[in-house]
């Protein structure tokens, strides 16, 4: 079976290293053919190109994978490559989220497979093991670390005291971070991960733009302090619940007590939970960022494509769905630095306490509708404001 890469970066050159390296007679029938790079003078191998037509209108090849990331040109060369009849594998949560239904509804079309396993997860089969539970059951929860870099960050800082800053330059030199990290620490990149999860275990199409999105960027020693006196541990959390045909999708800082299992996900390792009909919950986990360990996932798809495993879960969006943000709920921690905010904080809280030179508060229990109307409210006049909700 003949592949080309579209993207030789971190996770291009995992596929690259992982097939070339491995003795494993199935992986012998697995050949790299050609390589699109962008710049002509980054050309190492005799197989590298810049120019994608010699990939995408190239009939030898069977495979395209997709691994530069964005949105363009990688929608048009999957769209491409899937209209000329070959397989696709991606890693790209961005141009997933966006267009996976019209990908997967294409590749049904032309007979072909399109494989995202690495898109979310990192080396964890998850979106596999989401379809398999969906053979049998229905889906009514998922929800998880999706992120390496704000796990890393916030694992890093919570075991060895590292700053934000120093941290995540770590995670950036590690290739966990996306190539604008700010999409890692903003909850952007979690926000899309959770819609392809969804999408896939509820059978319907979420939009990126109904789930409501917090990340870690105003995170600081003083919380994380706090956090450790109360034995809890903060983790970036991406959640879905589905309850009959209503469901409600968030991605945001998430309280746990330092005894549970995602309290202790450490370095870039991501863990997903799902609670299915009969199977009740199951937890995946595995390095969610990395060369090796994404690498690894999309190789496993193009096993998929060549064993012909792929055509063994049909899945369909079809189902409508109503968002319902009433079904997460929760109390919150808020750290806030205008004494005025008490004001607008006085009906869901009376307990104020200063964290060094700032003001928190813990919530009563708030669903996403109702906390998400008072963190408007408040970041009118907070700049830094920092929330979590207790698990
Ligand atoms: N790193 C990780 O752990 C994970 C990454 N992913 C996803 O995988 C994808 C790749 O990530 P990663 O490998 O980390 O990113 P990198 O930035 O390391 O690699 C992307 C590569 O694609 C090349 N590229 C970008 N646009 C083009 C183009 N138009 N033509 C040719 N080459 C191009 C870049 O070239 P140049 O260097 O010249 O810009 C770069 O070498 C992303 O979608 C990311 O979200 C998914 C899971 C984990
Ligand atoms: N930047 C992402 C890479 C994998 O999806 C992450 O840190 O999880």
């Known amino acids: ?18 097939i070339s390296n491995s003795g494993n007679c199935l992986m012998k029938n697995l050949e790299i053919s050609k390589i699109l790079i ?18 995408l209108c190239d009939d030898n090849i069977d495979v395209i994978v997709e691994v530069m990331g964005g949105i363009h040109p990688a929608y048009e060369y999957i769209m491409k490559a899937l ?19 019209e990908f997967t509804q294409t590749a049904k079309e032309h007979n072909v ?11 964890i089969p998850w979106l596999k093991s989401i379809k398999q539970v969906k053979r049998i059951d229905e889906i009514s929860q998922v929800y998880g670390i999706f992120n390496g870099t704000s796990n890393f960050i916030l694992y890093n800082m919570f075991e060895k005291g590292y700053d934000f800053n120093e941290i995540l330059k ?19 990149d979690i926000q899309r991960k959770l819609t392809i999860i969804s999408s896939l275990a509820f059978d319907t199409v979420i939009k990126e733009e109904s789930i409501p999105t917090f990340g870690i960027r ?73 060369k090796l360990p994404t690498g690894n996932a999309i190789v496993q798809d193009i096993i998929d494509i060549y064993t012909e495993g792929y055509q063994n879960y049909p899945y369909y969006f079809d189902k409508k769905l ?3 943000q009433n079904l997460i709920k929760g109390k919150y921690f808020i750290r806030f630095s205008n004494e005025q905010s008490k004001e607008v904080l006085k009906d869901v809280a009376n307990d104020y306490f200063k964290l060094d ?9 708030l669903t996403i509708k109702e906390s998400q109307s008072l963190f408007e409210k408040l970041s009118k006049s907070e700049t830094n404001l920092f929330y979590a909700r207790y698990n």
Request: contains cysteine; charged residues 20%.
């Open 1 to 18: 079976m003949k592949i080309g890469i579209l993207g030789f970066g971190t996770v291009g050159s995992g596929v690259y290293e992982i």
């Open 38 to 55: 962008r710049d002509k003078n980054k050309i190492t191998l005799d197989n590298m190109t810049i120019e994608p037509n010699e990939l």
């Open 83 to 101: 209209k000329s009849g070959k397989h696709v594998v991606s890693a790209n949560k961005a141009v997933v989220s966006k267009y996976l239904e």
């Open 113 to 123: 497979g399109f494989l995202y396993e690495a898109s979310v997860g990192g080396g």
């Open 170 to 188: 770590l995670a950036q030199d590690k290739g966990y971070a996306e190539s604008d990290p700010s999409a890692d620490i903003d909850g952007i």
């Open 218 to 290: 105003h995170v600081t020693k003083s919380d994380i302090n706090y956090f450790k006196k109360q034995n809890i541990t903060l983790k970036l959390v991406a959640t879905s619940v589905k309850n009959n045909n209503d469901y409600c999708s968030c991605v945001e800082p998430v309280l746990f007590t330092n005894n549970t299992i995602e309290a202790n996900v450490s370095e870039n390792f991501n863990i997903g939970s799902l609670t299915g009909s009969s199977i009740g919950e199951l937890k995946f986990y595995g390095q969610g960022a990395g």
């Open 322 to 324: 109503s968002l319902n």
């Open 357 to 365: 030179s700032s003001h928190a508060i813990i919530t009563n229990e």
